[in-house]
């Protein structure tokens, strides 16, 4: 079973910036997409970003030239740089991990505690 441990989140004024990151136990050989979701107080858990392993990403609106992804293979660790952050960021942050198909120890659709960050106005 594949473990995920998000960190850095926090309480930070409007135009802050943090930085999340997210580390797996899994297989590196499993090439997991990782993604990072939001889920504001009271709605849906939402897509923010994804990075495949060989580092093409892809951002919701939302996101976009506000908020970068990234990741290290031999770290299984994956970091959602996150600037000028706005009160609507606020909320719990999760991410998750999928392998192309869940065999020989790789899992799809593997989650995250979540970490949480506040933006005040």
């Known amino acids: 079973q594949v473990q995920l441990a998000e960190s850095g989140g926090g309480s930070v004024q409007a135009g802050g910036s943090l930085r999340l990151s997210c580390v797996h136990s899994?297989?590196?050989?499993?090439?997991?997409?990782m993604t990072w979701y939001h889920q504001a107080p009271g709605s849906e858990r939402e897509f923010v970003s994804t990075i495949d392993s060989e580092g093409s990403a892809k951002y919701a609106d939302s996101a976009q030239g506000r908020f970068s992804i990234s990741r290290d293979n031999g770290k299984k660790t994956m970091w959602l740089q996150m600037n000028n952050l706005k009160p609507e960021d606020t909320g719990m942050y999760y991410c998750?991990?999928?392998?192309?198909?869940?065999?020989?120890?790789?899992?799809?659709?593997?989650w995250g505690r979540g970490t949480q960050v506040t933006v005040s106005s």
């Open positions: 899994g297989y590196t050989y499993c090439n997991y997409d």
């Open positions: 998750k991990v999928d392998s192309v198909s869940a065999s020989n120890g790789c899992v799809v659709g593997a």
